[in-house]
């Protein structure tokens, strides 16, 4: 008997085996309840919305346009957002543009100010580019091309200049003073000039710009890297340059109507 009392499995008590089922229960009832607490706690709370900061009106400011073909005030003013239209844009180039507003030609530079971040910023970064080589040039439009990169007063003693450079490079002779002579002669120096009643005019073609060409001649003696425009005061002074050589020797030898 004591031998087998030995092997025995030992009672439990029945208020015991009660305690441990609860215990173990319990515990089985709190995990969850503390996994859900962390949870909540491990979540970010979501950042208040950035509040937008209204941005402050850009400045005008100002470039510099070279009209083009088919070019008005109110449509350079349009393109650029000008401030009182073209208006104000008229009032700003006056000086350049002369009494009537409609007459403004391919060439001429007039000064725009813009509220346009993107045309100023175009402007501004052109500007502070360092500037690239110079291409070999490839015929008589580059050469022309060339020669106008130069900057040049936007008036009588600019064009002669730009002009004189221009007939350089083609080889069309003729001199400062020559070219200044005749203009005063033909136009007075505005390069707007129109002789309606002389015989070229009664045949329909009057004589136009600094040098008084008609246009049959502007055309067929008409410098490349030129305007077509016969107003344009470089391309009319090398048109009329050209057809002086051709016919006088130079510009420098026409003393009088030619």
Not at 22 to 37: E, N, R, S, Y
Not at 139 to 145: D, E, I, L, M, S
Not at 164 to 190: T, W
Request: proline share 7%; aromatic share 6%.
């Amino acid at each position: 008997m004591a031998g087998r009392g030995k092997h025995r499995r030992p009672r439990t008590n029945p208020l015991t085996r009660g305690i441990i089922a609860a215990g173990t229960g319990g515990a089985a009832l709190t995990l969850p309840l503390l996994g859900a607490t962390h949870a909540s706690a491990a979540e970010p709370q979501s950042a208040p919305a950035a509040q937008s900061v209204p941005q402050a009106a850009q400045p005008a400011k100002s470039l510099t346009y070279t009209v083009v073909k088919g070019d008005s005030l109110a449509r350079i003013a349009d393109k650029y957002d000008v401030s009182g239209g073209w208006k104000q844009l008229y009032k700003d180039n006056r000086a350049a543009v002369g009494d009537d507003p409609k007459l403004i030609h391919p060439g001429l530079k007039l000064t725009v100010k813009t509220t346009k971040a993107s045309a100023a910023k175009k402007t501004a970064t052109k500007s502070s580019a360092p500037a690239k080589p110079a291409a070999k040039p490839a015929g008589g439009v580059a050469q022309a091309t060339q020669a106008s990169a130069k900057t040049y007063a936007n008036n009588l003693d600019g064009w002669i200049r730009e002009a004189l450079d221009i007939m350089a490079q083609k080889g069309i002779p003729g001199s400062y003073d020559g070219i200044y002579r005749n203009v005063m002669r033909e136009s007075s120096g505005n390069p707007l000039a129109i002789n309606n009643w002389d015989s070229n005019a009664a045949k329909g073609t009057p004589s136009k710009g600094l040098l008084q060409t008609i246009d049959p001649t502007f055309q067929a003696y008409h410098v490349d890297g030129t305007s077509w425009d016969p107003y344009d005061p470089v391309a009319n002074i090398t048109a009329a340059c050209n057809y002086a050589a051709d016919r006088y020797g130079s510009i420098d030898n026409v003393n009088g109507p030619y």
